[in-house]
């Protein structure tokens, strides 16, 4: 260590000794001696029963007590070995991975009102050995994956433990497959590479006939999150924090994503993965405009997410989550313990500008974002106080994430190969996950199965990849050019919704042509929608949203009364609502009745009102109730869609 290291490092010892009561004024001291708490080491604490949770713990333990599946916060890890494993040695890694990092050994309780972790000493990882090896391969193929599936929808008791389990499943003498399951609340992503390190060393050691010698852990998970509780009151998470709150002042409560089924009033986290590559020739062009604009891969993809849901949206303000690993402090890399943190990444599409200009934005954006990301995203939510919903998370309803692909580990005589395993939970709508594959890109598409049917998904990543395709040709075209459908399918479309009307009797035909040039009126077209998808979301407006079962029904409904009012051929009706459903539906309705509709933009001047009321001789005005009162001398028959 050199001098000023020294220096931080006594000065932390002192602070870890003073009383929590004097602690904040010391801190405060500091500060005003130019000295930043946050470059002081995280030291560690005098050993005890029970420590305070994280930010991150805590609300998750809050999340796990409303959460009704009880496995939605489960990391379950398949993978298969290669080779003659000892079990023996592997109960004895686990048991040593457990003892070294006390928070595999913790369980949570709820004392005088506040959440507590309770580290138990010894540590143990429960390992179980299922021998199937006198079964045939064709009824280890069949069961192996239902066998899994079991077993990861078995919920952990936060409140008993363990948090960790591992089953053993021995098909061969030479063949295992090994299930990992660890709760989220103990662990995170690094935390598998860490564990991935510790575990071939130990393995390495035992093969060798060695006792494995790891370096002590400079500090415990209990440490970080006594540390973690300390900083907030200084002057550095003071400016953190108002930067997040600058940042997403006033940021949309809902990315509204056109659904194909209705939002339920409770979130249920049902989810469904699906799974696409991008290809050899598009991956190399993504890092090759990445290396010429001067921004990451990562920024790259994630503009082009960030265009994709903004034309889907039909939003420009994007804010999209995405987590970090939080692990820049060296004394943290060691640890297996739930770290990661989440930031939230605001973008606004603007279509005018460029492609490099959006790419200039988003880097922008993010380098902004990792240097304030010691604030836990729970605390900027506080700090906001978003609108809360039991129907969607607060802020970010969509995550995006770029990592490398799980690699086969190689140890002694034996080989560790990922296996991949099917997820029916999904924590957000909508999480596009990138892994870097040599030589390419795998995107997965995890969704929530409550709000999308996989065709739509299936749709949304070949748009994203005909998007992200034609973005990196040339940084200097506008956004607003980049199309999302292939040329084949641009062709189906105007087919599908253009078809030509051919009389009946030639249906049949082999030779059947088209009768004319007619084509169908456009609410003909919708009657045809109807009858494909009726109970597909066909309208949204904020927290409302018809089905076309139910639109239709709705302005069959009004074109009814209208009818009765007169309204046929040649009659125009006016549509003096505010943006809204009544708007679509009454459109529809006296499309249905024959009339043709003039559009009366409530807000206009009255005296403007009045001229194009007399000018257009309408008979009929649709419009609703708060507005009636404010409409200029008239003679049309008056209905209220919304009495």
């Known amino acids: 260590m050199d001098k ?141 994956q239902a066998f899994i599936q079991r077993e990861v929808a078995k919920p952990f008791d936060l409140t008993t433990g363990p948090l960790v389990r591992a089953t053993a499943i021995q098909l061969a003498d030479t063949v295992t497959i090994l299930l990992l399951d660890r709760h989220h609340i103990v662990w995170d992503g690094w935390s598998t590479d860490q564990f991935s390190q510790e575990l071939a060393q130990r393995f390495t050691a035992y093969h060798h006939g060695q006792v494995p010698e790891l370096p002590p852990l400079p500090i415990q998970y209990a440490d970080y999150a006594q540390w973690e509780r300390q900083w907030f009151v200084v002057e550095a998470y ?79 303000d994007i804010v999209v989550g995405t987590p970090i690993a939080h692990r820049q402090r060296p004394e943290l890399e060691p640890l297996i313990g739930f770290f990661v943190n989440t930031l939230a990444l605001r973008t606004q599409v603007d279509t ?91 995107s997965h598409w995890e969704y929530n199965t409550d709000l999308f049917a996989v065709e739509t998904i299936s749709r949304m990543a070949q748009h994203f990849e005909t998007l992200l395709g034609a973005m990196v040709q040339d940084g200097t075209q506008a956004i607003a050019s980049l199309p999302l459908m292939r040329p084949t399918e641009y062709q189906q479309l105007l ?31 919708f009657e045809a929608q109807v009858d494909r998808t009726p109970e597909a979301i066909a309208l949204s407006f904020e927290t409302q949203s018809l089905s076309y079962r139910k639109l239709n029904a709705q302005a069959n409904q009004l074109a009814h009364h209208l009818k009765t009012l007169g309204v046929g051929p040649e009659s125009l009706v006016g549509l003096c609502v505010d943006r809204s459903l009544d708007m679509v539906i009454g459109l529809l309705a006296i499309l249905k009745a024959g009339g043709a509709y003039v559009p009366l933009d409530p807000h206009y001047p009255a005296i403007r009102l009045e001229f194009m009321l007399k000018d257009a001789d309408i008979t009929v005005l649709l419009t609703q109730q708060h507005h009636v009162g404010t409409l200029p001398p008239h003679t049309a028959k008056v209905v209220c869609m919304d009495n």
């Not at 000892?86 to 457990?98: E, G, V």
């Open 238 to 316: 003071k400016q953190q924090l108002a930067y997040w709150q600058t940042q997403l002042a006033d940021a949309p409560a809902l990315l509204q994503l056109p659904t194909d089924y209705p939002r339920p009033p409770e979130q249920q986290f049902r989810g469904w993965t699906h799974t696409v590559s991008l290809g050899t020739t598009l991956s190399q062009q993504v890092k090759a405009i990445a290396q010429q604009q001067g921004v990451t891969v990562f920024m790259v993809l994630l503009a082009a997410f960030q265009v994709l849901l903004a034309r889907y949206s039909g939003q420009s």
């Open 4 to 144: 000023m290291q020294l220096k931080h490092q006594a000065i932390a010892n002192k602070l870890a000794e003073v009383p929590i009561q004097k602690r904040n004024a010391l801190l405060k001291r500091l500060a005003q001696d130019g000295i930043n708490p946050l470059s002081l080491p995280i030291v560690p604490t005098a050993p005890t029963e029970m420590a305070p949770l994280s930010w991150s713990q805590e609300r998750l333990w809050f999340l796990e007590q409303f959460e009704t599946t009880r496995t939605l916060y489960n990391l379950p890890v398949v993978m298969r070995v290669d080779g003659s494993l000892r079990l023996d040695w592997l109960q004895n890694i686990l048991n040593a991975i457990a003892h070294r990092h006390h928070i595999l050994s913790t369980t949570f309780q709820s004392v005088d009102d506040q959440v507590v972790q309770v580290q138990h000493p010894g540590g143990h990882w429960p390992l179980r050995v299922e021998d199937w090896r006198d079964q045939g391969y064709s009824v280890q193929d069949s069961s192996v």
């Open 352 to 442: 005018a500008e460029t492609v490099a200009d959006l790419l200039q934005s988003v880097r922008t954006t993010t380098l902004d974002a990792y240097a304030h990301q010691d604030v836990p995203f729970e605390r900027v939510v506080d700090a906001l106080n978003p609108g809360r919903s039991l129907a969607y998370a607060p802020l970010l309803q969509v995550m995006f994430v770029l990592q490398p692909a799980a690699q086969a580990l190689e140890l002694p005589g034996i080989t560790l190969t990922p296996m991949a395993m099917e997820t029916h939970t999904a924590k957000f709508d909508l999480t596009l996950t990138l892994e870097e594959v040599d030589p390419g890109f795998t």
């Open 495 to 525: 087919q599908q919704w253009n078809p030509a009307i051919v009389p009946s009797s030639t249906v049949a035909t082999t030779q059947a042509e088209p009768f004319g040039d007619t084509h169908l009126c456009l609410h003909q077209l």
